[in-house]
């Protein structure tokens, strides 16, 4: 069993949901990029995402785009990301990884050569935006081979054959695309996505995390009462941007350690685990 299964089962022993932030390999400085992953884990964090930094990465929005530039300045590459993974595995051999990123620095690096490096890093998962299933079947075979997750998007114009595939293909959870937009936009539906969470879980038999639009803990907190994970990036990187590079980590560690309390909180109340 994955890292990443073996967590959602943890929490769903424990009626909890998995928190799931996103940092950008990199971001604000390489060198605050591990101990960045420690504190989000030592915050709250059940499944760390650490993107990898792309010059056009086009689901992303405005925050995300300035982080992949900035990671970008520093000459951050996909091998560098791959030592940040196993230098934070030094320290911490537990807390779930997954990549998200896009196909260019994967094709460049050449795929096979990328997956057996990604799981001697400590790697677990690998979210690449545009590898869909139709496009990504062997890539997410080789990955599934080398003990990795395949993990795939799901968005709200996704079809019966598109569950299908993910379904048939993918591994670890679905990250479920809340809005017709890109990372960090700030008109989520909440009511859609209940609705359509208990569908998705019917179809493709894995955890379903939310993403795009998370922005607080109000947020967080109506999320985590119908699904399975809350995945939140833009508002992380927010913290950081508005913060000297001294307290970005302390910043970021006090508003994750808020999105982890409203999230128990929900679930308490309730006295549900989904």
């Known amino acids: 069993m994955s890292r990443i299964a073996s967590k959602f089962e943890q929490l769903r022993a424990a009626g909890r949901k998995a928190l799931i932030p996103f940092i950008t390999a990199g971001d604000p400085h390489p060198a605050l990029t591990v101990p960045l992953m420690h504190v989000l884990a030592e915050s709250g964090a059940d499944i760390i995402e650490l993107g990898v930094p792309f010059s056009d990465p086009m689901a992303d929005g405005p925050t995300v785009q300035r982080a992949s530039e900035r990671a970008l300045k520093h000459g951050v590459s996909l091998r560098r990301v791959l030592q940040l993974v196993t230098e934070f595995r030094r320290q911490d051999g537990e807390t779930p990884v997954v990549l998200m990123g896009y196909a260019n620095p994967i094709e460049a690096y050449g795929g096979g050569a990328f997956v057996g490096a990604a799981r001697n890093a400590g790697v677990d998962g690998v979210l690449v935006?545009?590898?869909?299933?139709?496009?990504?079947?062997?890539?997410?075979a080789k990955l599934k081979v080398a003990g990795l997750d395949p993990i795939f998007l799901l968005?709200?114009?996704?079809?019966?054959?598109?569950?299908a595939q993910v379904a048939r293909m993918g591994g670890g959870y679905i990250y479920y695309v809340s809005l017709k937009g890109v990372t960090g936009a700030g008109h989520l539906d909440h009511a859609q996505v209940a609705e359509r969470i208990p569908l998705i879980r019917a179809r493709v038999g894995m955890p379903v995390g939310v993403g795009f639009g998370i922005r607080?803990?109000?947020s967080a907190r109506r999320i985590a009462a119908v699904a399975d994970a809350v995945v939140i990036g833009s508002r992380i990187i927010e913290e950081m941007e508005g913060a000297s590079e001294g307290e970005a980590v302390s910043r970021v560690a006090a508003f994750v350690r808020g999105i982890r309390a409203a999230m128990d909180e929900t679930v308490s109340a309730e006295g549900v685990t989904r």
Not at 155 to 163: H, L
């Open 129 to 140: 935006v545009d590898y869909p299933p139709e496009e990504g079947a062997q890539f997410a």
């Open 155 to 163: 968005a709200p114009t996704s079809t019966e054959e598109r569950y």
């Open 216 to 218: 607080d803990a109000d």
